[in-house]
């Protein structure tokens, strides 16, 4: 069964518009989450990060919401730009030290 | 700063044989990881070392896939015999390790084709 979920396969944007990535999690032991973004033939690199003990992290254009009580995070892209298309991964852990449960990805293209 | 490096990129064999993969981490990072990849799917841990030590290797099928890491620094991921399913991307990432963040540092990869 899948502990860290991604149901959206892709979704597509407008350049400038908002982009929001959902990811679900089923463990209620995770409390460390990450995104990660991935371009073709190379390999994940790491975007932003969330505790447990907070709600909401931002770093420029990237903004993670996290959910407990729904355990849900989302993942905000604004404004979008066409530099952006990649496959996004969310990732859990229990712990900052623990191992990454990653979910299957969503392909974001943002169209100019 | 150079980044984890993984060699071969690309690898084709026919099933039955052995493979081998490298991984060079980033220098100073003490905690190793290798992934599995299918297409359509997250990575999924196969081992984790923590410097030569294998810390966690239970997702690892031991029957025909093993890994080193001697001397806490580079790794080695084989696999003997090849079978058509581990067709896959086979990525390395490294972490500082110790208190902190888990922000892993991800290699480009290999991608094993199993004919």
């Known amino acids: 069964d899948q502990q860290v979920k991604q149901n959206s396969p892709s979704l597509s944007v407008q350049e400038g518009r908002i982009s929001i990535l959902n990811c679900d999690y089923t463990?209620?032991?995770?409390?460390?989450f990450l995104w990660y973004k991935k371009y073709p033939a190379e390999g994940p690199t790491f975007l932003i990060s969330?505790?447990?003990?907070?709600d909401k992290n931002e770093d420029g254009r990237f903004t993670v919401f996290l959910n407990k009580s729904a355990k849900h995070l989302s993942l905000h892209i604004v404004p979008s730009q066409p530099g952006d298309s990649a496959v996004y991964f969310c990732?859990?852990?229990?712990?900052?030290?623990?191992?990454?449960?990653f979910g299957k990805g969503t392909k974001l293209s943002v169209k100019p | 700063e150079a980044g984890v490096v993984q060699s071969p990129r690309y690898k084709i064999i026919e099933k039955k044989q052995p493979v081998a993969f490298w991984c060079n981490p980033i220098?100073?990072?003490?905690?190793l990881y290798w992934y599995l990849q299918n297409l359509g799917q997250g990575p999924e841990l196969l081992i984790r070392?923590?410097?030569?030590?294998?810390?966690?290797d239970s997702q690892l099928p031991k029957d025909r896939f093993s890994a080193e890491r001697l001397k806490g620094v580079d790794s080695t991921l084989k696999i003997q015999p090849a079978e058509l399913g581990d067709s896959a991307v086979y990525l390395c990432?490294?972490?500082?390790?110790?208190?902190?963040?888990?922000?892993?540092?991800f290699g480009p990869g290999t991608r094993l084709t199993v004919l």
């Open positions: 990432a490294s972490s500082l390790g110790g208190t902190g963040n888990n922000e892993q540092f």
């Open positions: 070392y923590e410097n030569e030590e294998a810390v966690d």
């Open positions: 463990n209620s032991m995770f409390d460390y």
């Open positions: 969330i505790s447990s003990i907070k």
């Open positions: 220098s100073g990072h003490n905690t």
């Open positions: 990732a859990a852990s229990t712990g900052s030290q623990g191992n990454l449960i």
